[in-house]
């Protein structure tokens, strides 16, 4: 089974700073990757489906990138509205799984 | 836009048999490109995939727990369920259904609480 590990955990930040999030798996994937965010009590929400193509709606200071092994989530100007925890998602093969989930908090 | 919602007994005993619905709407269930899954949280955890569906036939599981999970379709109902079996306190959380073409996931429900008791 392909494992998905995510990195930092916990991450403080503050409003307008450049957040950057690891996923890494334990074989390739290719591209087959997705990011989430989630806030309490709510389902997750789409940002990222192949590696880097944003979702419709989804502001565009989300940006994917990475192929194989490593990928990146990178908010460019961290809004209020962004705090929360974002998750990364394989869909490689026939059996997929999430990432642990990172945490982004107000520093 | 897809709008999925789930249904099912929010308790459950160990040992029993755990029966989740997903109703789907704004879209037929018979869209051969979906993938039609499920998704659990276990209260202050992380994410986790249970399994999906294509409408063509092809079904994923996690492995771990491949021996006690089942996904089906009802296109007549345009709906999907999951079957859980042999249920232990290890099994409560929110249970999402969710789907997407590939793998990822676009559309959600807002999630149902199964708690497992002894």
């Known amino acids: 089974d392909i494992q998905m590990t995510q990195s930092p955990s916990t991450l403080p930040a503050s409003v307008g700073d450049r957040v950057t999030i690891t996923c890494r798996a334990s074989?390739?994937?290719?591209?087959?990757l997705a990011w989430y965010q989630q806030k309490p009590g709510k389902a997750p929400k789409l940002l990222i489906y192949?590696?880097?193509s944003l979702e419709s709606g989804v502001p565009s200071r989300f940006s994917g990138s990475g192929s194989g092994t490593e990928f990146t989530l990178t908010i460019s100007s961290l809004q209020p509205d962004d705090f929360g925890t974002y998750y990364c998602q394989h869909y490689y093969g026939h059996s997929w799984a999430f990432g642990q989930g990172t945490k982004v908090e107000i520093k | 836009q897809l709008q999925l919602q789930e249904s099912g007994p929010g308790l459950v005993k160990s040992s029993e048999t755990l029966s989740l619905t997903c109703s789907v709407s704004?879209?037929?269930?018979?869209?051969?490109?979906?993938?039609w899954g499920w998704v659990r949280q276990p209260p202050g955890k992380g994410l986790e995939w249970i399994g999906s569906m294509n409408y063509r036939g092809g079904s994923y599981y996690e492995p771990s727990l491949m021996s006690r999970v089942a996904i089906s379709i009802d296109t007549s109902k345009n709906q999907f369920s999951l079957s859980l079996t042999s249920l232990t306190a290890a099994d409560t959380a929110v249970y999402f259904c969710a789907s997407g073409l590939d793998g990822y996931k676009a559309y959600w429900g807002q999630g149902t609480l199964v708690t497992v008791s002894s």
């Open positions: 074989e390739s994937i290719s591209g087959w």
């Open positions: 192949q590696a880097s």
């Open positions: 704004g879209g037929s269930i018979s869209t051969s490109s979906y993938y």
